[in-house]
């Protein structure tokens, strides 16, 4: 019996794989923004916003609220 928060292997894989590559897409973008001399502006669309993009799809892939969500409410 699947629950209803339960994922597919293949979304489980995908998953996976963009969270293996996550490490290296950082050390890439943050490199790239140390290197080049763009202020503040340039860091933030470099960096900030291609990792808030990144983790905005992961969270759209699982179709779950986090489950950290939850626990930072309960604590707060």
């Known amino acids: 019996m699947l629950s209803r928060t339960s994922l597919s292997l ?3 894989v995908l998953i996976g794989l963009l969270l ?5 897409v950082a050390f890439l973008l943050i490199a790239n923004a140390l290197t080049s001399d763009t202020g503040l502006v340039g860091w933030f669309l470099t960096v900030v916003l291609p990792l ?3 983790g ?3 969270y759209l892939l699982t179709g779950d609220r986090p489950n950290w969500l ?6 707060a």
């Open 70 to 75: 939850t626990s930072v409410g309960r604590r």
């Open 10 to 12: 293949a979304r489980a």
């Open 20 to 24: 293996l590559a996550t490490p290296g």
């Open 56 to 58: 905005v799809g992961l």
């Open 52 to 54: 808030v993009l990144l």
